[in-house]
C-alpha cells in the first residue's frame, strides 16, 4: 500500500488524473471496507487537486429518501440531504452526474460552505441501486469541465475495486 500519492508538480489535469488513478487502485485494492476507501479516495483527490470539498453521501440505510454525510475531506459539512434537492439530491433523483460551473445559479443549491461556487456530483449505483454520489466543490467560479466529468464517469474506474459502477 503507498505511504503518499506522487503527482509531477505543475502537470496538466488530465496528466495529474492519469498518474492519480493507479495510485488510487493501488491505495484501495485489497481493503475491503466501503467507508476506508471512500476516505482515502476522498484524501488522495483533495490533496492532488486541492479541491475545496471532497466526499460522499451515502443513501441512508434507515430513510431510504435521503443521503447522508459519508466519509469526507474539507470544512464540516450539511449531514444529510433529501431526495431530488440540492444538487447531490438532484443527481441522486436523476441518476446523472451534475456539472455545476456557478452553484448560485443552480436551483435549489443547498450552500453547506458559502465559499463553494462551483461543484460536481457523480451517483454511485450498487447491485440494488443508488448507494451514494461523489460530490466534489471548489472555491472557483468553473473549475470542473468535461476532463473531470470523464474521468469520474468512465477513467477513474473505482466502480470495479468497490463493486459499484458510477454513472
Request: net charge neutral; proline share 4%; glycine share 6%.
Amino acid at each position: 500500500m503507498p505511504e503518499s500519492i506522487k503527482i509531477t508538480e505543475n502537470s496538466s489535469k488530465l496528466t495529474k488524473y492519469s498518474e492519480l488513478i493507479p495510485q488510487i487502485k493501488s491505495l484501495i485494492e485489497n481493503e475491503k471496507n466501503l467507508y476506508a476507501n471512500l476516505a482515502n479516495i476522498s484524501a488522495a483527490l483533495k490533496q492532488v487537486f486541492n479541491f475545496w470539498w471532497v466526499g460522499f453521501y451515502l443513501v441512508d440505510e434507515q430513510n431510504n429518501q435521503e443521503l447522508v454525510l459519508g466519509p469526507f475531506q474539507g470544512p464540516i459539512a450539511c449531514t444529510r440531504i433529501k431526495f431530488g434537492r440540492g444538487v447531490c439530491g438532484t443527481s441522486w433523483k436523476e441518476q446523472k452526474t451534475i456539472l455545476v460551473p456557478d452553484v448560485d445559479k443552480f436551483p435549489g443549491h443547498i450552500a453547506c460552505s458559502s465559499l463553494s461556487q462551483s461543484e460536481i456530483v457523480v451517483p454511485m449505483f450498487g447491485n440494488n441501486g443508488l448507494i451514494g454520489v461523489l460530490d466534489v466543490d471548489s472555491e472557483l467560479l468553473n473549475n470542473f469541465d468535461s476532463i473531470d466529468q470523464k474521468i469520474f464517469r468512465r477513467n477513474l474506474q473505482i466502480n470495479k475495486i468497490l463493486n459499484f459502477k458510477m454513472l
